[in-house]
Nanobody, 118 residues
C-alpha cells in the first residue's frame, strides 16, 4: 500500500500545522489509520489513531491539542496540531491497518518532518 504524507514544516511554538496521509491507492480495505512520531534519539511512539468507525486514541502528551480525523471515501487521514510545543518536534509517520489493531500493521508512510521553534 502506498501512503503519501504531506503538511509538515516549520512553525513557531503555539502555532498550528495540519498533516494529511493519502492511502487512496490501497488495494485492500483499510480500517485503522494513525499517526506516530519519532523525535531524535527517541523511539517511535503512537500519537493518535482512528478506526473506520471513528473511535480515536490519543497519546496523553497531545490530548486536547491534536485532533485526528479521516475521510473514509478518500481513504485519507488528517492530524490537526494546535498549540504546538518544542517537544512536538519529530518526524511524523502515517500508519494504516486492515483491522482495528494498528500496533502490528506493517504499512508506514515515508514520514514528514515537523519542527517547532521557540
Amino acid at each position: 500500500v502506498q501512503l503519501v504524507e504531506s503538511g509538515g514544516g516549520l512553525v513557531q511554538a503555539g502555532g498550528s500545522l495540519s498533516l494529511s496521509c493519502d492511502a487512496s491507492r490501497s488495494i485492500f480495505s483499510i480500517n485503522a489509520m494513525g499517526w506516530y512520531r519519532q523525535a531524535p534519539g527517541k523511539p517511535r511512539e503512537l500519537t493518535a489513531t482512528i478506526t473506520s468507525g471513528g473511535r480515536t486514541v490519543y497519546a496523553d502528551s497531545v490530548k486536547g491539542r491534536f485532533t485526528i480525523s479521516r475521510d473514509n471515501a478518500k481513504n485519507t487521514v488528517y492530524l490537526q496540531m494546535n498549540s504546538l510545543k518544542l517537544e512536538d518536534t519529530a518526524v511524523y509517520y502515517c500508519r494504516v491497518s486492515q483491522t482495528e489493531v494498528i500496533a502490528s500493521a506493517p504499512y508506514w508512510g515515508q514520514g514528514t518532518q515537523v519542527t517547532v521553534s521557540s
